[in-house]
């Protein structure tokens, strides 16, 4: 039997919870005694995603983001929902240096922050409906 834990919260969609959320998780992914290396590489995918939300997904609109986060084994899986704007094409969103804002305000490196630095990368979305990120991320395969 799989040794599972699960975590979720919710927040509003304001830049003053990136760092909440960031810590949340990281508190959390504790439990698998991860390398400091580890942590960092969570806590900025969880920043880029939830940046992404709350600056492409509300723009600057009143929402919420939903993060849950799960422990099974030696993998962390984050999932962050909002019900913002969503996203048009997914495929040209996730390349790099793409954004919908200004290059001075972003710098459309979000997505490949994400797929840097966790395992698995899936987003989905719909026009109108929001956004899905799941991110995945094990835990000690690098340690000797």
Known sequence: MKSTNKMKIEFDSNTNNIGFARVSVAA???Q????????????????????NA????????AGYIELTSVLEEDTI??????KGKGIEDVNK?????????????????GFMFM????????V?????EGTTVIMKKRIGCERI
Request: proline share 3%.
């Open 54 to 61: 709350v600056i492409h997904g509300y723009d600057k609109l």
């Open 77 to 82: 899986t984050i999932t962050i929902v909002d």
């Open 93 to 109: 969103a996730m390349e790099p240096l793409f954004t919908t804002k200004s290059e001075n305000e972003h710098s459309g490196m």
């Open 28 to 30: 959390f992914l504790t």
């Open 115 to 122: 797929q840097a630095f966790m395992d698995e990368v899936d």
């Open 32 to 51: 698998l005694n991860p390398t400091l290396e580890e942590v960092a590489d969570v806590k900025t995918a969880v920043s880029e995603a939830v940046t």
């Open 124 to 128: 989905k979305s719909l026009v109108g």
